[in-house]
């Protein structure tokens, strides 16, 4: 069974750069990492999702080393509007696992001003 | 585009009781994905519906249990409800598999928040 493990909470200042580190192992060999931003009343919404180096869109950059074994959230110049939880997802690992996803516990981010 | 629409936003049931909770995916997606939320467990995966299917299960009991329709409408339900069953159920539609397959971009829906009483 995967599990995966990140930082209960993390505090930034606006316009700083934040990392969120999810580390996951025996996640399914073929699938993507997501990441989601969530907030309170509100499902998850889609970040980033990649599967190996380095993955950059309009809002962060997603890092996965090699092993898979990690990835790391970037989100450059945080304002306030970015407070909320962030989860990583994953896959899975093993045959008789594929399909089943597995969420990371929860980022909570605070941004202060 | 409509998003994804889940029925009812809150209820609240009574220990064995069972509920019927609705999503309505985003047009054109054909997978339906639930997942449980409490702020002990966090978020976890239930089930996921393709084409009227059940693909994938998580590791929930068999008091869960849920469908599709061919309009990929769908529906889960859960049966002789228990105290810990109150948390906040949340369904995601995608174009195929849920997120962390393919192009798995998952769409989530607001949720509904149950209460067993």
């Known amino acids: 069974l995967a599990k995966t493990t990140q930082p209960i909470s993390m505090d930034s200042y606006e316009g700083q750069e934040v990392n969120i580190t999810c580390s996951h192992n025996n996640i399914a060999t073929n699938d993507y990492i997501t990441w989601y931003q969530q907030f309170p009343s509100q499902g998850p919404r889609f970040i980033i999702q990649g599967y190996k180096t380095k993955v950059t869109n309009e809002v962060a950059s997603l890092f996965i080393p090699a092993d898979r074994k990690s990835s790391t959230l970037s989100l450059p110049r945080v304002s306030l509007s970015d407070t909320a939880v962030y989860y990583c997802l994953v896959g899975d690992g093993g045959s008789s696992n594929t399909g089943k996803l597995i969420f990371g516990q929860g980022t909570t981010l605070q941004v202060k001003p | ?117």
């Open chain 2, 1 to 117: 585009k409509a998003g994804v629409t889940q029925t009812p936003r809150y209820l609240i049931k009574t220990r064995g009781q069972q509920v019927t909770l609705s999503c309505s995916p985003i047009s054109g997606h054909r997978s339906v994905s639930w997942y449980q939320q409490t702020p002990g467990q966090g978020l976890q995966f239930l089930f996921e519906y393709f084409s009227e299917t059940q693909r994938n299960k998580g590791n929930f009991p068999g008091r869960f249990s849920g469908r599709q329709f061919s309009n990929s409408r769908s529906e889960m339900n859960v049966s002789t409800l228990e105290l810990g069953d109150s948390a906040l159920y949340l369904c995601a539609s995608s174009l195929d598999g849920p997120g962390g397959t393919n192009t798995g971009e998952l769409f989530f829906g607001e949720g509904s928040r149950l209460t067993v009483l």
